[in-house]
């Protein structure tokens, strides 16, 4: 009998193909716009562009009559008052110290979830591809996503503690492209052993008699 836990997982090709456009808008673009901003036009010019991304951003899914995700939505406002922050004080820290405060943030939701029972790296999956109840349910896949979770709040962490240091002691250039490299590669790291954990787990558990 064919296990009940099991399903086809979409192909790494087409995650990737799926998340390079996400990546590029939500994550080197801005960074680019941004840099370009300050060397032409200074901080003030600088925030002008990054706001402007944003909402540009906004006004091409309009034009084009696609749905804007409620979460760029977020994004704008949350970029417009860092902006403006940032603009009253005339500190580009204060426009970058709120982002990696939300990333502490986030790692410790990822550390709390785990003695909770209720792993958010499972939550993120099921955003990303549809999971069976029964597959979720079993214990070795519960196991890996507690595994998970705490890995992602580890990388979360880093990623705190590298964009903080060199928030603080770095000049704003140095940050821009060192902490991007840097968040890359721990992402990018990540990504690849839970994507390697999870073909493992799921080859084991579909592999077992229903």
């Keep these: 009998m064919e296990s009940p836990h099991r ?7 087409a995650l990737l193909l799926h998340a390079l456009p996400r990546v590029v808008e939500g994550m080197i673009a801005p960074v680019v716009v941004f840099y ?15 706001v402007a991304w944003v909402y540009g951003g906004i006004a091409v899914r309009v034009v084009r ?13 949350g970029v417009t008052a860092r902006a403006a922050l940032a603009a009253v004080t005339g500190s ?13 943030l986030v790692a410790v939701s990822f550390l709390a979830s785990v003695p909770l ?7 993120v999956a099921t955003d990303l591809v549809p999971l069976p109840e029964a597959f979720l349910a079993h214990a070795r896949v519960r196991r890996f996503f507690l595994q998970i979770s705490l890995l992602w709040s580890l990388t979360f962490t880093l990623n705190t503690a590298i964009s903080l240091w060199l928030l603080f002691s770095q000049s704003i250039g ?21 994507v390697w954990g999870f073909k493992r787990c799921v080859n084991r558990v579909t592999a077992a008699p229903a």
């Design 92 to 104: 580009a820290v204060v426009y970058f110290l709120q982002p990696t405060l939300g990333t502490m």
């Design 174 to 194: 140095t940050f821009l492209w060192v902490r991007t490299a840097a968040v890359a590669t721990l992402g990018a790291t990540a990504v690849l052993i839970s």
């Design 36 to 50: 370009a901003g300050l060397v032409v036009l200074g901080l003030n010019g600088a925030l002008v562009t990054a």
């Design 65 to 77: 009559r696609r749905p804007v995700p409620g979460t760029l939505l977020l994004a704008a406002l």
């Design 117 to 123: 029972g209720r792993p958010l790296a499972a939550k």
């Design 7 to 13: 399903f086809e997982i979409p192909r790494l090709t």
